[in-house]
């Protein structure tokens, strides 16, 4: 499935902070000084290791803003798998500006290139299954909407974007509450009939309590593959099933094969290793 890209008023702001934190108070010191003015380019974004690429428009958007005469030709747009030495990118124009932008570009693309290959390992190993793989509140700041962008580009779901389009008890929640009903029944009371309620339970004891109270999805947290199972079969489809917890590669086929709907990973975001992209010189 193609995921839209995201808008440039979003990307804009964000891509504008980093330039502008990268260049600091007299610009590029070093390009400027060896590079002429009228020197032009043609470089390539090329992949170093194998991946998913994600993050083209906030690379792209580096280049223009910098200089808006540097041309971009997308080969592989986002969500393309990639292996090493495949092309990416083509880019065309004046020499310094493409130098100016190359770190900030290589930061967005190589993180959320991150993203989306992390999700996409995750979507690989619950294949077969019908769990769905999805992403957090975890995210770095500021990035959020890139970040949870780069989960759908691999194959991956967003959970909710902030703490007012959802609501999620957890267990500090549930604490001051006094209890797992009286934490539901307060959210049913103070938000509107279109706004979902979750609630986070560690055992199953409060699961059933959870149920018997009615919510629209129940977070498991932390339970073992046959806690989990017991867990899809108490539910019985009156909620969604969500997993949480110690989640890898490794861990989610058995948890996937309890029957949860989804499969929540923070670390997707909040712990995501760069792929490593280049930008070669060619001419």
Known sequence: ???????DLLIEPLVRAALLEDLGRAGDLTTDAIVPATARARTALVARQR??????????????????????????????????GDRIATITGPARGMLTAERVALNFLGHLSGVASGAA???EAVRGHKTRICCTRKTMPGLR????????????MNHRFGLDDGVLIKDNHVAVAGGIRPAILAARRGV???????????????????LATGV???????????????????????ALAEASGRITPQTAPAIA??????????WLTHSASV?????????
């Not at 223009?64 to 005469?69: K, Y």
């Not at 999805?217 to 019985?236: G, K, S």
């Not at 029957?259 to 923070?266: E, N, Q």
């Open 216 to 238: 629209d999805a129940v977070l498991l947290d932390n339970m073992t593959p046959e806690q989990l199972a017991t867990a899809v079969r108490m539910i019985d489809r009156r």
């Open 1 to 7: 499935m193609t995921i839209p890209p995201l808008p």
């Open 145 to 156: 909407a890139l970040q949870k962008y780069a989960v759908r580009v691999g194959g991956g």
């Open 121 to 123: 390992t995750l979507v």
């Open 192 to 210: 509107g009939h279109l706004v979902n309620i979750e609630v986070e339970v560690d055992t199953l004891d409060q699961l059933e309590e959870a």
């Open 275 to 283: 792929l490593d992209i280049g930008l070669d010189w060619e001419c």
């Open 51 to 84: 991946g998913v690429v994600a993050g083209l428009g906030a690379a792209a958007m580096a280049f223009r803003l910098v200089d808006p005469s540097i041309e971009i030709t997308i080969e592989r747009p986002d969500g393309t798998p990639l292996m090493p």
């Open 257 to 266: 094969a309890s029957g949860v709907d989804l499969i929540s990973a923070g």
